[in-house]
């Protein structure tokens, strides 16, 4: 159609594409950058910049880790804490999820209902721990339930935020169409708060973790918050660390796969 | 306050598709306590097929009038009659293209909520994206589009389930000058092969002329329609070429004079 031919030369089409080949770098470092951070403990440490009885180097620490894997004793724990955070997060995720959407499409819904979950909302869910301890007794009931309760209110909040900023535009074109009110719900409501939803998740993730390790303090017999609390007890630095390195890049690891699981179900959203 | 109405544009279309009396429709604002009426009054008709454009300034109430058509909102007062078996379908004004649904999926969007099978929904489609030029960007996301792109998603998605009324609410007021040419004339030629019944809202005087069996001239304040005027062009038209007819622009003097009058009334 056109009446001029564009001929780029070599090195134009090197500079076009210099951007895209910069943010690919950058994403793979984005992925090891947290080991920096160990890194630079490390010569602190070897160093004595930092007390050692406090904070040994991380190649002691990985020292201890490695004799916890060969022996694996580290899975039973790591096993442990993965069952309590799944099946607490899957419990809380859904129920949140659903009543986000039903409070964020209903008006007076969100009036009636909304004022009781605000005011429990703010109750710290490590004060709870008791009562729920004492209701569903140590074993692993207890732990799906507080996490699960920590998981619900943040999936509540984010989806129902997410609903009510959906273009009343996408609303108005199923109407048009013709969508009954379920499909409204699960075909413009659902993937238009997908975004936030995402959100909640990753946050969700984040506190799962900060809630399991405390809950494992009180009241378990496994799990690396257990652990941490007993390594404690023995004063046994080494082998707290592992077990905070453990939970963090737990914690980490869960994120990131959220991330990817985003960028998969949601390729309309920025990144 | 109607001007005398000129006789009606083509002779041929006879039924009445939709038929407006009395149409009034008024907003409550309770923080303010103020009630604002948005159209007074509306009476027009539409025949069968015909193409009927609304032109008037923004706040005029044309988007009300059309909404409420498309039973998006309440009336007031007054009564609609529109003669058709199906609910009429609407070409919004912004971006109304569904962003978590390919090209494809968004213009089978109404035959999906209606559980048409997948095989005939898929040969729908496909005709509707060939007509509207489409084909090539099938699987694509709407993100990747241009606005004009995604207006032509708009029109193919309330054409597929074939309705007879189809209203349009400044669907290319958004597009540049030249890319709302390009899809006049394309939705001319999709009129003229569907043959349906439109009405079709802008605030351009010159997107009127050239769409229009009739253009219904509407002042603000409060929204009614204050003149019909028949746009007497030979069809097909072309969109370009029409603008050497002195008729033409004979016609867009009339309408702004029209507009010019209703706007100083307003302010006298």
């Known amino acids: ?271 | 306050m109607t001007q005398a109405a000129l006789p009606l544009g083509a002779g041929m279309m006879s039924e009445t598709a939709i038929e407006v009396r009395n149409l009034t429709k008024a907003f409550y604002d309770a923080d303010s306590d103020r009630t604002t009426v948005a159209a007074y009054e509306v009476e027009f008709e539409v025949k069968r097929g015909e193409f009927v454009c609304i032109v008037g300034p923004s706040g005029c109430g044309k988007t009300t009038v059309l909404r409420i058509l498309a039973g998006l909102e309440t009336k007031l007062g007054g009564s609609i009659d529109m003669k058709s078996e199906n609910p009429p379908a609407m070409v919004f004004q912004e971006a109304s293209v569904l962003p978590w649904l390919t090209v494809r999926e968004n213009v089978g969007f109404p035959l999906s909520l209606k559980g048409v099978a997948a095989a005939k929904r898929r040969a729908r489609v496909d005709e509707l994206l060939e007509l509207t030029g489409l084909t090539d960007f099938a699987d694509a996301l709407p993100h990747r589009l241009s606005g004009g792109m995604k207006q032509r998603v708009s029109v193919a998605r309330a054409l597929v389930d074939d309705r007879e009324i189809l209203l349009m609410d400044e669907p290319f007021g958004a597009l540049d000058e030249q890319t709302r040419l390009v899809l006049q004339q394309e939705l001319l030629r999709i009129w003229e092969t569907t043959g349906k019944t439109v009405v079709f809202i802008t605030h351009s005087v010159d997107e009127a002329l050239t769409l229009a069996d009739r253009v219904l001239v509407m002042s603000p304040r409060p929204g009614t329609i204050i003149a019909d005027l028949a746009v007497p062009f030979d069809r097909p038209r072309d969109v370009v070429e029409m603008r050497r007819d002195k008729r033409f622009w004979d016609l867009t003097y009339e309408v702004w004079r029209l507009l010019a009058s209703s706007s100083t009334e307003h302010q006298a």
């Open chain 1, 1 to 271: 159609m056109s009446l001029v031919t564009a001929k780029l030369t070599e090195e134009q089409i090197r500079e076009l594409k210099a951007p895209a080949q910069r943010e690919r770098l950058f994403r793979s470092i984005s992925y090891f950058s947290p080991l920096l951070l160990l890194l630079l403990w490390e010569v602190a440490s070897q160093l004595n910049v930092i007390d050692r009885r406090f904070f040994p180097p991380p190649s002691a620490i990985a020292g201890t880790a490695w004799q916890m894997i060969a022996s694996f004793e580290i899975f039973d724990h790591v096993g442990a804490t993965l069952r309590r955070v799944s099946v607490g997060y899957v419990m809380g995720a859904i129920p949140g999820i659903l009543l986000g959407l039903f409070l964020g499409l209903s008006q007076p819904a969100r009036r009636v209902l909304g004022p009781i979950f605000a005011a429990l909302y703010p109750v710290p869910k490590i004060a709870i721990l008791p009562l729920i301890l004492l209701i569903f007794g140590v074993g692993d009931a207890s732990k799906f339930v507080v996490i699960a309760i920590g998981v619900f209110f943040l999936l509540l909040y984010n989806t129902m935020g997410g609903v009510m900023q959906t273009p009343q535009i996408y609303l108005d074109v199923a109407k048009n169409a013709g969508a009954t009110r379920l499909q409204t719900f699960f075909r413009i409501a659902l993937p238009s708060a997908l975004p936030n939803i995402f959100t909640g998740l990753r946050l969700a993730a984040g506190s799962s973790y900060i809630i399991i390790a405390a809950a494992e303090f009180l009241g378990a017999r496994s799990g690396v918050g257990f652990f941490i609390w007993a390594s404690w007890q023995t004063f046994a630095v080494s082998r707290m660390f592992v077990g905070i390195v453990v939970i963090s890049a737990l914690g980490y690891f869960t994120i990131l796969a959220l991330e990817l699981i985003e960028r998969k179900l949601v390729p309309w959203a920025k990144h």
